[in-house]
């Protein structure tokens, strides 16, 4: 089921699969800011990654003795959330550890996304709270995609800025989408604007280390722009649409973690650059898409 949310300058659609967002739309101009998921490109929009960012090796892992089998991105972007509306400009979603869970994840967990509107912005708090009686890796990640031109003009009028500018490394991936151990300098133009063409994207998604906490989709000549601001704790960007083809969108995606090193089966208890949350406490995290 979708759900809809508003103030005087933009409409937000949520889905309660995933809490997927489906539309970011100016109450203004009309102006449709989220790619709309056209299946011959990618029939995503938005997912929520918990508890793993990216691909598993072999799509499994291992945790005290035994393995577990999880797919791309985590559970949360496939499950059915309980949604709460909390205002015409606020709504929360939550998922609650189950058996389907268990065979995947073996925590009790409990995972909230909160939606509101500030202005022109969607503001996105995330929590988790760990209900097991022992520590509880995991990672967050978003994963919305954007359309590219939103106004007028190609896709390469388009331009990625960084704010403040910045000197980011690309972790390298092996052909099978997987994190390795070499790193590369990824220079922008005057360290702050990476300009948008299909071929970036040929052997799949960009992912830096060290880039700005503020990203911005622009052209120089149109009006309209969307900006990703996130906390420090999402470390890792990724830049994507899909690879060999002329998409008219791409993805602006902060992660907190990266997938699995090719050819390593993750132990959980291990793997790097994940949280661990004590017994019954909690952990929030807030990010934010604005736009013009």
């Given amino acids: 089921m979708n759900y809809t949310i508003f103030n005087d300058l933009i409409e937000v659609t949520v889905s309660d699969v995933g809490a997927e967002l489906m539309s970011i739309k100016s109450r203004k101009d009309g102006t449709e800011y989220l790619w709309q998921g056209d299946p011959a490109f990618w029939a995503g929009r938005a997912y929520n990654l918990f508890p793993i960012c990216g691909r598993l090796t072999e799509g499994k892992y291992t945790f005290r003795g035994e393995t577990y ?15 709460t509306v909390l205002a015409r400009d606020k709504i929360d979603f939550g998922l609650r550890s189950d058996e389907r869970t268990l065979k995947m994840y073996p925590f009790d967990f409990e995972y909230h996304i909160c939606y509101s509107l500030v ?3 969607v503001k996105m708090e995330i929590s988790v709270v760990n209900h097991t009686e022992s520590t509880m890796p995991f990672a967050l990640g978003g994963h919305p995609g954007f359309n590219v031109p939103l106004g007028g003009g190609k896709f390469e009028d388009w331009y990625l ?3 403040p500018e910045c000197a980011p490394v690309q972790v390298v991936f092996s052909d099978a ?20 063409r299909h071929d970036l994207f040929d052997r799949d998604a960009i992912v830096l280390c ?7 989709l622009k052209s120089d000549s149109d009006p309209h722009s969307v900006t990703v601001e996130v906390p420090d704790a999402m470390k890792y960007l990724g830049i994507w ?5 002329e998409a008219p969108y791409v993805c602006i995606e902060p992660w907190t973690s990266l997938p699995a090193y090719d050819g390593v089966v993750d132990d959980l208890a291990s793997k790097r650059d994940m949280f661990e949350l004590s017994p019954l ?12």
């Fill in 161 to 163: 800025e960084f704010c």
């Fill in 210 to 216: 060290g880039a700005s906490h503020r990203v911005s």
């Fill in 241 to 245: 649409h899909a690879p060999k083809k």
């Fill in 177 to 196: 989408c997987l994190t390795t151990d070499e790193r590369a300098e990824f220079p922008l133009e005057d360290g702050r604007r990476l300009r948008l």
């Fill in 281 to 292: 406490a909690s952990y929030e995290l807030i990010w934010t898409i604005t736009v013009e």
């Fill in 119 to 121: 202005g022109s912005t």
């Fill in 69 to 83: 089998e999880m797919n791309l991105h985590g559970f949360v972007r496939k499950s059915t959330l309980d949604a």
